[in-house]
């Protein structure tokens, strides 16, 4: 399994970004697939997930009503459009999947299946 993440860059607070990220390797029925971030000095931790079929969907507390996770089946893409972007969201942003229910992956990063390579946001105020 490959999770391909991209889309990450500088950007003023206030602004928007879109991350995506190309999943292959296998087929991801009964998966979700989401995103986690790193900022420098802590611990990564969950920002939204969404499940490969049906795509229900699930975010953190703190990117609710900010940030969109989509999918494009056919494409075997997963996004995340991130508005209204603060200083604070500033981490690095890892792709991942698992087949653990979406709703429990707010937990945290543990036993997660697939990891992919991160891509850096920095927000400046």
């Known amino acids: 399994v490959q999770l391909q993440a991209s889309g990450g860059g500088l950007v003023q607070a206030g602004g928007s970004l879109r991350l995506s990220c190309a999943a292959s390797?296998?087929?991801?029925?009964?998966?979700?697939l989401g995103w986690f971030r790193q900022a420098p000095g802590k611990e990564r931790e969950f920002v939204a997930a969404?499940?490969?079929?049906?795509?229900?969907?699930s975010y953190a507390d703190s990117v609710k009503g900010r940030f969109t996770i989509s999918r494009d089946n056919a494409k075997n893409t997963v996004y995340l459009q991130m508005n209204s972007l603060k200083p604070e969201d500033t981490a690095v942003y890892f792709c991942?999947?698992?087949?653990?229910?979406?709703?429990?992956?707010?937990?945290?990063?543990?036993?997660?299946?697939?990891w992919g390579r991160g891509t850096l946001v920095t927000v400046s105020s």
């Open positions: 991942a999947a698992d087949t653990k229910d979406y709703t429990a992956w707010s937990k945290g990063p543990s036993g997660i299946d697939y």
């Open positions: 969404i499940t490969w079929v049906g795509g229900s969907t």
């Open positions: 390797g296998r087929t991801f029925r009964g998966y979700a």
